[in-house]
């Protein structure tokens, strides 16, 4: 299990500096510049982009509107995150200092993913989401091995990485299914149940390994199962009712949600009486 260390004693060096105005001088650019594209402040909504592709009703691991009301905690944790890693008293946080670059690179891609789709390439949206997850996974995997250092910048950190992997992890499956239906390739000779039951068994089975491989931090990995049991469950609820719904579907989602939220607090809880 993580315990708490003590920062570097050594004093800031210009490379801190830089790299602590630079995160939060482009946190502030990556979070307006995606806040303006997705809609939020005007102009057209991402799920009206790329031909309504990505849209709640677009495919049936889709997840319903609601669902994306996340973003907004996500980004606000984000940009608590970019002021804490910007205080002089983080300058030299060890584990700021191995996460700062990759969140802000989390950060820029999300910004490239809302314009890749604005420019209606589905087939983009893909490569630059399943990048974004690799980033947030290296990420999950820095912080799991890192000791906590300051309890405030590593909880902010552990929580919104834990929510944004989570939440990104459900997303990359829909922009999957997204694109193979944009891309007309059909069914894949499975049916559209039976494909989208497999990418929802795909959740539940990643929201596991998340929950095996950081059971020794909590803070992380309950907040990814969180967050992929909110993006199941919308899944879920949105196959219920609609243009698009599918009992065989639902029901799937609702059982991986379960599993996404209680495995953590099972593999946490296993650790802790290890």
Do not use: C, K
């Not at 929201?207 to 309950?222: E, Q, R």
């Not at 009992?247 to 599993?259: I, K, N, R």
Request: glycine share 10%; no cysteine.
């Amino acid at each position: 299990m993580n315990t708490t260390i003590s920062a570097a004693a050594h004093p800031a060096t210009s490379q801190d500096r830089v790299r602590q105005v630079t995160v939060l001088l482009g946190a502030v650019v990556a979070i307006v510049g995606a806040a303006i594209g997705s809609g939020a402040l005007g102009g057209q909504p991402i799920a009206e982009a790329a031909d309504g592709a990505l849209s709640a009703t677009a495919t049936p691991v889709a997840p319903d509107s609601p669902a994306f009301a996340i973003w907004s905690v996500i980004y606000a944790g984000l940009a608590v995150f970019a002021v804490v890693q910007a205080l002089p008293r983080n300058a030299t946080d060890p584990r700021l200092r191995a996460v700062a670059w990759w969140v802000l690179a989390s950060m820029l891609l999300n910004a490239l993913w809302i314009g890749v789709v604005q420019a209606g390439s589905v087939g983009g949206s893909v490569v630059v989401i399943v990048v974004l997850l690799a980033v947030l996974a290296r990420l999950f995997v820095t912080l799991v091995h890192l000791a906590h250092t300051n309890a405030v910048a590593s909880t902010v950190t552990d929580v919104t990485v834990g929510l944004y992997l989570g939440w990104v992890s459900i997303a990359t499956l829909a922009n999957t299914a997204a694109f193979l239906a944009a891309a007309d390739v059909g069914e894949l000779g499975l049916g559209a149940t039976t494909w989208s039951v497999i990418l929802v068994a795909a959740g539940a089975v990643l929201s596991i390994a998340y929950a095996l491989y950081g059971s020794s931090s909590p803070t992380v990995v309950i907040p990814v199962g969180l967050a992929m049991a909110w993006g199941l469950m919308w899944i879920g609820l949105g196959r219920t009712d609609g243009p698009l719904v599918d009992e065989t579907v639902a029901t799937a989602a609702f059982v991986a949600a379960g599993v996404a939220l209680l495995a953590p607090l099972v593999t946490t809880l296993a650790a802790r009486r290890r």
